[in-house]
């Protein structure tokens, strides 16, 4: 079963950094493009970036461009999502999820995802 485990998020003031980790479990991630979501209270599951199966290509939201980094180790069979800058408008739940290319929906189940809050 494809499970991906988000962690890394939590409280941090406008301004701030905060690294969100993507584990596999259970299946190699080698072969798969992975996409970070989120979801604000209220609002649709966007899309945030994906990289590419081989890290070669990457993409972001225009909301988050020149903020956000995404990154892969898939000898550690993890992704990474390294955010700057942080605004209260990045409050929202974090989610990681396998996709067959960065064109492409994502597949498998969302996990639990990770709480991002953005306050002073």
């Known amino acids: 079963q494809l499970q991906l485990v988000e962690s890394g998020g939590g409280l941090v003031q406008p301004g701030g950094s905060l690294r969100l980790s993507c584990a596999a479990s259970?299946?190699?991630?080698?072969?798969?493009?992975i996409g970070w979501f989120r979801q604000a209270p209220g609002k649709e599951r966007e899309g945030v970036s994906c990289?590419?199966?081989?890290?070669?290509?990457?993409m972001y939201a225009d909301s988050v461009k020149g903020r956000f980094t995404i990154s892969r180790d898939n000898a550690k069979n993890t992704a990474y999502l390294q955010m700057n800058s942080l605004k209260p408008e990045d409050t929202a739940i974090y989610y990681c999820?396998?996709?067959?290319?960065?064109?492409?929906?994502?597949?498998?189940?969302w996990g639990q995802g990770t709480q991002v809050t953005v306050s002073s």
């Open positions: 999820a396998p996709q067959p290319d960065c064109e492409a929906d994502p597949f498998g189940s």
């Open positions: 259970g299946f190699t991630l080698d072969y798969y493009a």
């Open positions: 990289i590419s199966s081989g890290g070669g290509s990457t």
